[in-house]
């Protein structure tokens, strides 16, 4: 860090005999330290004075040790002079035995240098540019605070990469002075910038994209001669990423002109190019999974990145379980006006329980896909036949999702949120055999304390109206219970029953999850949770359930096992529950 200041002053030590000077050796005992409570101050002195590095018990000649503790009080400044104290003293002691020696340093830090005063600025266009003023307000170490060079250091360098991050290719740091004045232990700053002209964006280049000419440049967030910003290059790659057509993306930044014939106001454009390598173009996958609510499942699928040149895609899986059966087929269509995102054609068939039954459930659908103000929106037509013992009414009718989620780490987040409301609406006028409003909401909050503790919970919402409730296919209707629903009961346990004690779902849904996590080690834990709900058709009864479990933080994500016992009832027993996946 530049500064003005005199040399300091060592600080007065208490005369100290010098120890006998014959060629033996001594066994060196450390420093203790006196007067320091703060860790960090006490971690600069261990590095940086030379006796503290020392090991106990390493030897040392009677003259070497003299030499080194010379040198401690003027060490010992310049450990604690990045901490803003300028006029620290220290009393050495001499702790010798026949053999051996040991050192006391007595320090008083006295009263830390603080700012008196900070002048920060940048000259030229970068002056009215918002977003450097706002870095400037928020420069540290600000007047009244303690002069600590780490803070005035990070300051000083992120203030000059938020120039070069903002096009301000030829800015020049024009003075830099800490100008310290111990004896009223006060400091003054001055720091001067000559931002020179902001850079604009030029002409983007596309290489090695396997994809048609103009099907890439869409993509662009930003516009020719608009004002460079590193921020809009990452959401470029960001977005190229997402399409998962290219293996490897690299968007670099043309070298400046060398000649400075531009606008001191406005610099020159500078270009971009963006080199791509095409991913394999067919994925195959295969997985397999377990619960005790769906028992064992093998799922196969194939994608097949782009089809042509206009970046369609192919997407299929095929589930085969003990409970479940399904396959899914995906065609998308890459849909880029306007709001960024997918045409999807799709078509789902699949078998598996609901209540005490066991439908067929046949599904076509066309929707759009697209980012709105950060969340995922879905707005589709789905057309739905549902089959138990015969054919089933066909549903016609229009939904839309919009979900968010934000944590910190996908797999295992210590902080984070996500929610998921699902709206449909089924209409006679578009040839619905049954008309139908049904909402669906969900949300799951995680929040750490600590290392070792997380508190998760979960919520979950339904509500479905209709004339005539026996007509509702049992895939829309809501069911509690099991490892993601109520803990402690069994898979869709709780559920209205019809007359013949069948489980048939209910119209309307509401549970809770409270859970409390903590972890012994990187990889083991447990968990004590508490869940509260039901399906219900007219006012809610909630069930409760309680239980422990064990966590297991796998290479492949979160491992849960869970014992719980439902307390509805004094006749409801123990149960297990086995689950794979992310909290979020």
């Given at each position: 860090m530049a500064q003005s200041t005199a040399e300091p002053d060592v600080a007065a030590a208490q005369p100290l005999e010098s120890p006998p000077s014959e060629r033996v050796l001594w066994r060196f005992d450390g420093v203790d330290w006196t007067g320091i409570e703060q860790e960090d101050l006490l971690a600069n002195l261990k590095r940086k004075v030379s006796l503290a590095r020392l090991k106990r018990g390493t030897s040392i000649r009677p003259e070497r040790f003299a030499y080194l503790q010379r040198r401690l009080p003027r060490e010992l400044h310049e450990a604690l002079q990045p901490f803003g104290y300028y006029n620290a003293e220290v009393e050495l002691k001499v702790n010798q035995g026949e053999q051996s020696v040991a050192l006391v340093a007595e320090v008083r830090l006295n009263e830390p240098v603080r700012v008196r005063r900070r002048d920060v600025e940048v000259l030229g266009p970068g002056a009215t540019d918002r977003s450097l003023g706002n870095l400037i307000k928020k420069f540290k170490p600000g007047v009244g605070d303690v002069l600590r060079h780490l803070d005035y250091e990070t300051s000083k360098a992120n203030l000059q990469r938020v120039l070069a991050e903002r096009g301000y290719f030829a800015s020049e740091l024009l003075e830099a002075r800490v100008e310290v004045l111990r004896a009223l232990d006060v400091a003054d700053l001055r720091l001067r910038w000559a931002s020179g002209p902001r850079f604009r964006f030029g002409e983007v280049t596309f290489q090695g994209s396997q994809l048609a000419e103009d099907f890439l440049p869409p993509l662009v967030p930003f516009r020719p001669d608009q004002h460079f910003n590193q921020r809009q290059l990452l959401e470029l790659q960001r977005r190229l990423s997402e399409l998962d057509y290219f293996d490897r993306i690299e968007v670099n930044v043309r070298d400046r002109p060398e000649d400075q014939s531009w606008s001191t106001e406005e610099g020159p454009p500078i270009g971009v190019d963006v080199a791509l390598t095409p991913a394999p173009r067919n994925v195959y996958r295969a997985g397999a999974s377990y619960g005790t609510d769906t028992g064992a499942a093998i799922k196969l699928g194939y994608d097949r990145r782009w089809l042509n040149?206009?970046?369609?895609?192919?997407?299929?899986?095929?589930?085969?379980?003990?409970?479940?059966?399904?396959?899914?087929?995906?065609?998308?269509?890459?849909?880029?006006?306007?709001?960024?995102?997918?045409?999807?054609?799709?078509?789902?068939?699949?078998?598996?329980?609901?209540?005490?039954?066991?439908?067929?459930?046949?599904?076509?659908?066309?929707?759009?896909?697209?980012?709105?103000?950060?969340?995922?929106?879905?707005?589709?037509?789905?057309?739905?036949?549902?089959?138990?013992?015969?054919?089933?009414?066909?549903?016609?009718?229009?939904?839309?999702?919009?979900?968010?989620?934000?944590?910190?780490?996908?797999?295992?987040?210590?902080?984070?949120?996500?929610?998921?409301?699902?709206?449909?609406?089924?209409?006679?006028?578009?040839?619905?055999?049954?008309?139908?409003?049904?909402?669906?909401?969900?949300?799951?909050?995680?929040?750490?304390?600590?290392?070792?503790?997380?508190?998760?919970?979960?919520?979950?919402?339904?509500?479905?109206?209709?004339?005539?409730?026996?007509?509702?296919?049992?895939?829309?209707?809501?069911?509690?219970?099991?490892?993601?629903?109520?803990?402690?009961?069994?898979?869709?346990?709780?559920?209205?029953?019809?007359?013949?004690?069948?489980?048939?779902?209910?119209?309307?849904?509401?549970?809770?999850?409270?859970?409390?996590?903590?972890?012994?080690?990187?990889?083991?834990?447990?968990?004590?949770?508490?869940?509260?709900?039901?399906?219900?058709?007219?006012?809610?009864?909630?069930?409760?359930?309680?239980?422990?479990?064990?966590?297991?933080?796998?290479?492949?994500?979160?491992?849960?096992?869970?014992?719980?016992?439902?307390?509805?009832?004094?006749?409801?027993?123990?149960?297990?529950?086995?689950?794979?996946?992310?909290?979020?």
């Open positions: 040149a206009a970046g369609h895609k192919w997407n299929s899986d095929v589930l085969f379980g003990e409970q479940r059966s399904a396959a899914s087929f995906r065609y998308r269509i890459p849909a880029f006006e306007r709001f960024r995102g997918w045409w999807v054609l799709s078509t789902d068939l699949r078998q598996e329980p609901f209540g005490s039954f066991d439908p067929s459930i046949y599904e076509a659908a066309v929707s759009r896909e697209f980012n709105w103000r950060g969340n995922n929106l879905v707005l589709g037509l789905h057309a739905r036949r549902e089959d138990r013992d015969s054919a089933g009414d066909l549903l016609i009718y229009p939904q839309a999702t919009l979900e968010r989620k934000v944590m910190d780490d996908p797999l295992y987040p210590t902080r984070g949120f996500a929610w998921r409301v699902t709206g449909r609406w089924g209409l006679a006028e578009l040839g619905s055999d049954v008309g139908f409003q049904q909402l669906i909401a969900s949300a799951a909050l995680v929040r750490s304390f600590g290392d070792s503790n997380r508190l998760i919970a979960r919520t979950d919402f339904g509500n479905v109206r209709l004339s005539d409730f026996d007509r509702l296919p049992l895939s829309f209707r809501f069911f509690a219970g099991g490892d993601r629903s109520l803990r402690g009961y069994g898979y869709q346990e709780l559920s209205p029953r019809d007359a013949d004690g069948e489980r048939i779902g209910a119209s309307k849904l509401f549970t809770a999850s409270l859970e409390w996590e903590h972890m012994f080690g990187a990889e083991w834990g447990m968990a004590v949770f508490v869940d509260g709900g039901n399906a219900f058709n007219d006012s809610l009864d909630p069930a409760l359930g309680a239980g422990v479990g064990v966590r297991w933080r796998s290479p492949v994500g979160p491992v849960r096992a869970d014992i719980a016992r439902g307390l509805d009832g004094p006749d409801q027993g123990i149960r297990l529950h086995f689950t794979l996946g992310p909290d979020l």
